[in-house]
């Protein structure tokens, strides 16, 4: 598990996931809300709710879905190790939501689409991988996703920025190790 995590971050960190993910959610919301402010300075029924929706919307969308709790969790539940992680991001995604929701409006609602589309992609992926992957190396994806989310803790509590994105590689070389090990 420390060695996936060794050997996933030293990966995620040479391919500059997590600055990717960042900058991506960056442009998107430089984007959207660029174009957003176009539509409203051509036409003139547009108001700036139009620019606080688009804005609530790829904020929401961008928190709620990337992250690792977003990957590990839909991963695991697809995987049929229940979907504790995704009721967990649920109760912490719906506190956030009412936050942005003040400050943006209904966009953040309209986020749910982004969120149904991506989790739900992953939660198809982990149940793909269920069928091909054996025991030992789901155990190791799964120990490998329990010591990310401790990183994911460290953040949400301040305490140091850990770059989870970077560590996300872990996910697929624990189960490499383990073939490796067990091969050797």
């Known amino acids: 598990m420390l060695g996936a995590v060794l050997v996933g971050g030293i990966a995620g960190s040479l391919a500059r ?8 959610g960056g442009a998107l919301r430089r984007r959207l809300v660029r174009d957003a402010a176009g539509d409203a300075g051509r036409d003139q029924g547009a108001t700036s709710a139009q620019h606080r929706f688009v804005e609530g919307f790829v904020t929401a ?12 969790g839909s991963l695991q539940d697809g995987l049929g190790k229940g979907a504790d ?5 649920s109760v912490l995604d719906g ?3 009412i936050a942005f929701a ?27 991988l269920g069928s091909f992957v054996p ?12 010591l990310l989310l401790a990183g994911v803790a460290l953040r ?3 305490v140091k920025r850990v770059p989870v994105g970077d560590l996300l590689p872990a996910l697929l070389v624990a189960p490499l190790l383990v073939k490796i090990v067990t091969a050797v």
């Open 135 to 146: 025991d030992a190396q789901l155990a190791a994806m799964t120990a490998t996703g329990g």
């Open 156 to 158: 949400l509590l301040q």
């Open 85 to 89: 992680l995704l009721v967990l991001k």
């Open 17 to 24: 996931i997590e600055q990717r993910l960042e900058s991506l």
């Open 95 to 97: 506190f956030a939501s």
């Open 102 to 128: 003040a400050s943006f409006g209904w966009g953040v609602a309209a986020s749910v689409v982004a969120i149904l589309a991506i989790q739900g992609g992953l939660t198809a992926l982990g149940a793909a």
């Open 61 to 72: 969308s961008l928190v709620f879905c990337v992250g690792p709790l977003t990957v590990l």
